[in-house]
């Protein structure tokens, strides 16, 4: 059984663009850190910028590690409709998933986090996370 409060599961939820995402992200991750919102959302733009976070056709990982989180956290976000131009290289985004890893994390948590990425690499899993039809469902899923 995975730990729950790893993950924190946002089902059909509506940005308009990449920087309402990660502003939103931003927020969320400055309430429980020392980060502020701008340095969230400029970590996760200078990572975009330093390789391809997109791992499969409608699929984002933009991801950081951080000694200023006080918690790992694996924020997936389905998204209710697409975000058709993510920046100039991505389009026709569905489903956005945060690995936001804290610095000097237990080797436990690395490795809950390493074999959900895992499933990550199945390109069946990713079929089911985006077509899922209900939060309960989508939320097993993850947490199986």
Do not use: C
């Amino acid at each position: 059984m995975k730990n729950k409060s790893l993950f924190n599961i946002l089902f059909h939820r509506k940005f308009d663009s990449r920087s309402d995402m990660y502003h939103f992200i931003g927020e969320r991750v400055s309430h429980h850190s020392t980060l502020l919102t701008s340095e969230v959302v400029d970590t996760l733009l200078q990572r975009e910028q330093a390789g391809n976070i997109q791992i499969a056709e409608h699929v984002l990982l933009p991801h950081f590690e951080s000694s200023k989180l006080k918690e790992s956290q694996i924020v997936v976000v389905h998204l209710h409709e697409a975000i058709s131009k993510w920046n100039q290289h991505v389009s026709d985004i569905k489903l956005v998933i945060f690995i936001l890893l804290k610095r000097d994390e237990t080797l436990d948590t690395k490795k809950e986090i390493t074999n959900f990425m895992r499933n990550l690499a199945d390109q069946d899993y990713i079929e089911k996370l985006l077509h899922a039809d209900s939060e309960e469902s989508f939320t097993q899923m993850i947490i199986q």
